[in-house]
Structure formats: structure tokens, C-alpha cells
């Protein structure tokens, strides 16, 4: 995938939130401070009862019970429908592993900046490293985060630099973890298509050698949190999206459902699956990608791990064959992967406005599948 040039991005000096935190606890540089309309305020925000957010059971989605089956695959439907996103209990991922992976995350942030920094971040890549992501312009506003980001998967991907070497087993806890969301991404991918009445290998099949990246967020404790965001809006480019939410933290990530802002409340030992954009395009619609951010707190600190897995970057993508019909027009072009990937990179994060790249204009609706 093509990368711009560090030269050719002129993003000024970008404060390091934690060091922030250390040396001015009550400040909040310009840079960082939201307009109004962007701040996230209890008026536009909604607190769900707890039976309102979708919570899939994924032993139930493997069970031999047919009609187990059925009913767990229904509610799949649902949440993919209606919410763009659900939490997934009983996945099969070792709870150890999820301590492990939350352990080596938090180590590596409490590192020294100068030991972080042996990482940077470069615009415009999905190879990864430490500093803010999705930075392009001088002007631009700033999320109260630090982030990591590595290449996983195909290999290509990777960049040994930027694997750190401290904490001792970062590196191989991020395999391990990284196998084990891989497979449960796959599965669940299996189950998604089953929900829409497809053959159950249809993504995988299509996807190739698919690819998957991790990013853990660290959100440091702000001041004034009424003013500032851990994350801006954005939808994910990824099929799917699996989010780890660290133990004992603060409720930072919120999705936007009836233009409203849903806090999500941590299930203990959940994963979180978030439709991303390529699933929106995959299915002409009827799942939709969904639009979330993350807030932070004024005394609690935060972590996120975070992995995507999409199509491999050479695979075309647009609507499936069987869900379209003479009723039914397609929505979405047909494109490559890999120019979705740079094009959802090389732009500032901005609700979803990355996907009307894909989106065929409403004058060509009447012309059908592409």
C-alpha cells in the first residue's frame, strides 16, 4: 500500500497526552479543545438500559441445538441491522490472554515518551507505530489519546522496527492474541452470512489473505472532558472491528444510534464487534457500518485494544450477487480493497464520509448491479 511521504504532511507539533497530564494536569492546549458543536454533551447523549445493547452469545452461534441456532442467529441479524455493532460473550478466547494482551498494552504506555518514541507513527500507513493517528493539517483538532498501531497480517504488512522489545513479551503476546481474534473474526464472519441467508464461506472465500491490524489506545484521565474527545467520530473501513475494553476503566466508547450517543457499558470479559464499512458494502446496506467515537473521564484512565480485519488489499469489492434483484438496486460501486484502504488512511477521521467513495449517486440507482 502506498504511503505519503512524512515531508508532505505538515501537522506541526503534536502534544503527547500523557506528558500533558504529568506536567500541566489542568491544561488543555487550543489544539485539543473541540468546537461546541463537536463536545460531547449530556444533550446529546442517551443512556441505554442495560438489556438495550445487543449481546450475542457465540457458544450458542457453535451449538449443535438447532434451534439454539436459529434463535441466537436471528438476534446476529438484529444488532448487525439495527445497531451496526454487539457485544460477544462466551467467545472462546482464553480470559488469560485477554489479561495478557491488556498487561503488555499498559506496560508499553507507561514506558518513558523517549522509549515510545523509538516508535513513530508515519502518515498516511497502516505499518503503524506510536503517536496520534489520522493527522493531517496544522489546524486539525486533537484526540486526548495515544495510540500504537502494528501490521499484522499478510506479512508484507510488518514492520520489525516498529515491534518494541520492552515489555519483554509484548511481541509474542500480540501473536497469540492476534491468532485467536483471527479465528473468531472468521467464525463470526461465517455466522453474519448465515444471518443474510448466504452460504456460510462466502466473506472468507472472498477475502483472500485477509488483513488485520491492531491499535491500542491509551487515554490518559483530562481535566476537562467536556471539551475534548479520546477519538473523533468515525466509522471503521474494516469488515469487522473486535474491541477489547480494559478492565476497571472509565465508559469511553460510545456509538451514534438515532443521532443519538449510546454509551456502551463493558460486559466483564466481552469482546465488542463493530460493523465496519466494507460489511456496509458486502451486504448493498442492509448491515450498516456505525459511526462511534470514545470520550474520556476526568479522573479515570483508559485502555482499548482494538483489531481490524478486512479483505486482502488486491480483492475487489461490492455488494453480494444474491442480495440484489430488479427490486433491489445495487448501492454501492465496485472497487479494490487496497484503494478503499489508502483512501480511508490518507483522511482525517470524519464521521462517515469515507465510504462515499463506494457509494454509486442516487441518479445511478436505476441502472442495477455493476
Known amino acids: ?31 485539543f479543545v473541540r468546537d461546541k458543536i463537536e463536545r ?21 452461534l457453535s451449538s449443535e441445538n438447532t434451534d439454539e441456532l436459529r434463535t441466537e442467529i436471528s438476534q446476529l441479524a438484529t444488532a448487525c441491522k ?37 516508535y513513530p507513527m508515519a502518515p498516511g500507513t497502516i505499518q503503524g507505530g506510536y503517536g496520534q493517528a489520522f493527522v493531517f493539517s496544522e489546524d486539525q483538532k486533537l484526540d486526548w489519546c495515544n495510540t500504537f498501531v502494528l501490521g499484522l497480517e499478510p506479512k508484507f504488512l510488518r514492520c520489525p522496527m516498529l515491534w518494541p522489545t ?3 513479551k509484548f511481541s509474542e503476546t500480540v501473536e497469540i492474541y492476534s491468532k485467536e481474534v483471527r479465528k473468531l473474526c ?8 448465515m444471518s443474510l441467508g448466504l452460504e456460510g464461506e462466502i466473506f472468507e472465500k472472498m477475502f483472500g489473505e485477509a488483513v488485520q491490524a491492531i ?31 480494559g478492565k476497571n476503566n472509565s465508559v469511553g466508547l460510545q456509538i451514534l444510534k438515532d443521532d443519538q450517543w449510546v454509551p456502551v457499558q463493558p460486559i466483564p470479559n466481552a469482546l465488542v464487534i463493530i ?46 450477487q444474491e442480495l440484489l434483484d430488479e427490486n433491489t438496486p445495487c448501492k454501492y460501486r465496485r472497487y479494490n480493497h487496497g484503494e478503499y484502504s489508502e483512501h480511508y488512511i490518507t483522511n482525517k477521521l470524519q464521521g462517515k464520509k469515507a465510504l462515499e467513495f463506494a457509494k454509486i449517486q442516487s441518479k445511478s440507482l436505476n441502472q442495477g448491479p455493476m
Open 215 to 245: 491499535r491500542m489506545n491509551y487515554y490518559p484521565p483530562c481535566s476537562r472532558p467536556d471539551l475534548v474527545l479520546g477519538l473523533s467520530p468515525h466509522s471503521d473501513g474494516s469488515a469487522l472491528t473486535v474491541l477489547q475494553q
Open 82 to 118: 439495527d445497531w451496526g455493532f454487539f457485544q460477544v460473550v462466551n467467545h472462546g478466547i482464553d480470559l488469560s490472554l485477554l489479561e495478557s494482551i491488556e498487561k503488555v498494552a499498559q506496560d508499553f504506555f507507561m514506558l518513558p515518551l523517549a522509549e515510545k518514541q523509538k
Open 275 to 320: 460493523i465496519g464499512d466494507t460489511i456496509e458494502v458486502l451486504t448493498n446496506g442492509i448491515y450498516k457500518s456505525v459511526e462511534h467515537r470514545a470520550v474520556t473521564h476526568k479522573v479515570k484512565d483508559r485502555l482499548s485494544i482494538v483489531t481490524y480485519y478486512a479483505p486482502s488489499l488486491e480483492v475487489e469489492v461490492g455488494p453480494v
Open 1 to 31: 500500500m502506498a504511503t505519503i511521504p512524512i515531508s508532505s504532511v505538515k501537522v506541526g507539533h503534536i502534544d503527547d497526552v500523557q506528558e500533558l497530564r504529568k506536567t500541566q494536569p489542568t491544561i488543555i492546549p487550543q489544539r
Open 186 to 193: 472468521q467464525n463470526l464472519l461465517k455466522y453474519i452470512a
Open 166 to 168: 520492552n515489555p519483554e
Open 40 to 60: 460531547p454533551t449530556s444533550l446529546t447523549t442517551v443512556e441505554p438500559s442495560a438489556s438495550d445493547i445487543p449481546t450475542i452469545n457465540f457458544s450458542k
